[in-house]
């Protein structure tokens, strides 16, 4: 089963790079990061919300020079992250924990894309 799901997650990643960026919708992947990723992240992306260090591992800064890199060799590797964690429950566990209700989210393909692309060009902007 996990290597299953390594497989699908590898080849989504695949799928989401190979679209052209005309496919993703900014404002799409924008409003999924605000409404489900900045409450651990935060909108600076910096992984500072009170609760970020919590987790285990913490919540990481998408704004490193190791991210960014990291982000350049596996393209595909927020899309990654998102679908297949360490722990699954890493992130519902720990925002029950301190108490933050995110509503069910069902992912699409354009969905992940979209995220995708919105990070990516605002993590290559950041200093």
């Not at 393209?75 to 925002?95: A, C, K, Q, Y």
């Amino acid at each position: 089963m996990m290597a299953e799901n390594g497989l699908i997650a590898a080849a989504l990643a695949i799928v989401l790079c190979m679209q052209s960026a005309s496919f993703a919708d900014g404002g799409n992947g924008e409003q999924i990061f605000l409404s489900r990723c900045a409450v651990s992240h935060g909108t600076d992306m910096k992984g500072m919300s009170p609760w970020a260090d919590k987790s285990n591992p913490p919540t990481p800064n998408l704004t490193t020079p190791e991210f960014k890199k990291r982000l350049r060799d596996y393209p595909g590797v927020i899309v990654s992250s998102v679908i297949h964690r360490p722990n699954s429950d890493l992130i519902r566990e720990t925002l029950q924990k301190n108490g933050v209700k995110l509503p069910p989210f069902t992912w699409t393909v354009k969905d992940f894309r979209d995220l995708n692309e919105y990070l990516t060009d605002k993590i290559a902007k950041t200093k």
